[in-house]
């Protein structure tokens, strides 16, 4: 967590030389004045700066970044993160040449990320935070994929009369295949088995 101590005229100059140098808004920061200004002999000799401290905040944003960047770091990896918080969710992106590495096999390792993401963003933090995380588009690429999959086994159900049994998944990825054949007038669906090994069967209504 970023702390500086800096100087100025008045309390709010000197926090102004920090915010300015740190490209941050005021209400990311917490200040604290160690001496407030004060004139001199005759208000005109000796005059007394103010001193302030100022210490960046741990925000759910700067504790995503942080976390992910340390991380890309150690498996040398050159990333550029971003986080934006949004209605009770951190939306977190991850840019840079070769992701493939942190999506891994069908997304396993970015879920992975995803999940240490939320347990260091919600340790602190009295209410709730929903991460996601991301890279390349890969979670909208994986929605269509699944959608499609999901009406390709449906298809499959109707046309040999047996249920089909789709291979295991994490609930996010349940959870697409489900909403892709709720209003399927044929078939239905529904999860079974235990985690990591739940999976979705597909069968005629």
Not at 138 to 145: F, G, I, L
Not at 193 to 202: A, L
């Amino acid at each position: 967590m970023r702390s500086q101590e800096a100087t100025g005229r008045t309390v709010d100059e000197a926090v102004e030389q920090v915010l300015s140098e740190w490209t941050l808004p005021r209400s990311a920061v917490e200040i604290e004045v160690l001496e407030e200004p004060a004139k001199g002999l005759f208000g005109l000799i000796g005059n007394k700066p103010a001193r302030v401290r100022v210490t960046e905040k741990n925000t759910p944003e700067r504790a995503a970044v942080e976390f992910i960047k340390e991380m890309t770091s150690r498996m040398n990896v050159n990333a550029q993160v971003t986080a934006v918080e949004k209605d009770g969710t951190l939306a977190v992106d991850i840019e840079g040449d070769g992701m493939g590495i942190l999506i891994g096999h069908r997304g396993e390792t970015l879920n992975a990320i995803q999940y240490l993401t939320s347990l260091v963003v919600n340790k602190d933090s009295k209410e709730y935070i929903r991460v996601t995380v991301d890279t390349e588009n890969y979670r909208a690429k994986r929605e269509q994929t699944l959608k499609e999959l999901a009406e390709k086994m449906a298809s499959k159900a109707r046309r040999t009369g047996r249920r089909v049994v789709l291979e295991p998944m994490n609930p996010y990825e349940r959870r697409i295949l489900h909403a892709a054949l709720q209003g399927n007038a044929y078939v239905t669906t529904r999860s079974e088995g235990e985690e990591p090994n739940r999976r979705v069967v597909i069968e005629l209504k």
